[in-house]
C-alpha cells in the first residue's frame, strides 16, 4: 500500500492571506487529484495534474506537480471563509486504484 | 442531472449486526467505487463494480461485499459489524472501470456501530 503524506494536518489562518499545502509520497504517482471535502459531504474533484512540472490554476488556487512526480503543493491567494473545508490529496500508482492522504484540514478565520 | 445519491445518510447498528448501504451512480456512469472513511482519515479503497462483477478490491475482510445491478447501481453488504467499521462510507461513480480521473462521490452514509 502505497502512502499520501499531506502537510500541515491543520492549518487555520485570517482571511486575506496566502497558504501552502503540501502532498509527498516516496513514490512516483501516474497521475495526482486534489479534492476539497465539506463536513457532511463527499470529496469533490478539483484538478488532475499528469505531467511532471505541470502547474493547473483554478481561480485563487494553484496547484504544481514535482518535476519527480512525487509530490505536489496546493496554493491558495487571499484565502476567503469559502476555502475552509479538508483538502485531500489522491495518487494513482501504477495500476492500483486511487490513494487518498489524510488530508490537510484549513480553517479561514473572518 | 441528478449525481451520485446515497441512502441512508445516517444509520446506526450494533456490534454483530449486518448492514446494507446503497448507491445510484450518476447519470451516464457505470463504474461504482467504495470508499471507507474513518474519522480524521482521508478515504481508503473497498472495492470497485463494473459490469455487474467486482473488479478490484483493497485491503478489507471478507465481511465487506458488494453487489451492482444492471441499472448500474450498488449495494454494500458489511457482516459482524465492529466498533471499528464506524465510519463515512462513501460511494463514487464513474465512466469506464478504469478511469480514476473522473471519479464523482456521494455524500455518504455515516454508520455508527455501537
Known amino acids: 500500500t502505497q502512502l499520501l503524506e499531506q502537510s500541515p494536518q491543520f492549518l487555520s489562518i485570517q482571511e486575506g492571506e496566502n497558504l501552502t499545502v503540501y502532498c509527498n509520497s516516496s513514490?512516483?504517482?501516474?497521475?495526482l487529484q486534489w479534492y476539497r471535502q465539506e463536513p457532511g459531504e463527499g470529496p469533490v474533484l478539483l484538478v488532475t495534474?499528469?505531467?511532471?512540472?505541470e502547474v493547473k490554476k483554478l481561480k485563487r488556487l494553484t496547484f504544481q506537480f514535482g518535476d519527480a512526480r512525487k509530490d505536489s503543493s496546493l496554493h491558495i491567494t487571499a484565502a476567503q471563509p469559502g476555502d475552509t473545508g479538508l483538502y485531500l490529496c489522491a495518487g494513482v500508482f501504477g495500476n492500483e486504484k486511487l490513494t487518498f492522504g489524510t488530508g490537510t484540514r484549513l480553517t479561514i478565520i473572518p | 442531472d441528478a449525481g451520485v445519491t446515497q441512502s441512508p445518510t445516517h444509520l446506526i447498528k450494533t456490534r454483530g449486526q449486518q448492514v446494507t448501504l446503497r448507491c445510484s451512480p450518476k447519470s451516464g456512469h457505470d463504474t461504482v467505487s467504495w470508499y471507507q472513511q474513518a474519522l480524521g482519515q482521508g478515504p481508503q479503497f473497498i472495492f470497485q463494480?463494473?459490469?455487474?462483477?467486482?473488479?478490484q478490491r483493497g485491503n478489507f475482510p471478507d465481511r465487506f461485499s458488494g453487489h451492482q445491478f444492471p441499472n448500474y447501481s450498488s449495494e454494500l453488504n458489511v457482516n459482524a459489524l465492529l466498533l471499528g467499521d464506524s465510519a463515512l462510507y462513501l460511494c463514487?461513480?464513474?465512466?469506464?472501470?478504469?478511469?480514476?480521473?473522473?471519479?464523482?462521490f456521494g455524500s455518504g452514509t455515516q454508520l455508527s456501530v455501537l
Open positions: 495534474v499528469v505531467t511532471g512540472g
Open positions: 463514487a461513480s464513474s465512466l469506464g472501470w478504469n478511469r480514476d480521473e473522473k471519479l464523482f
Open positions: 463494480y463494473y459490469e455487474e462483477e467486482e473488479r
Open positions: 513514490s512516483v504517482f501516474s497521475s
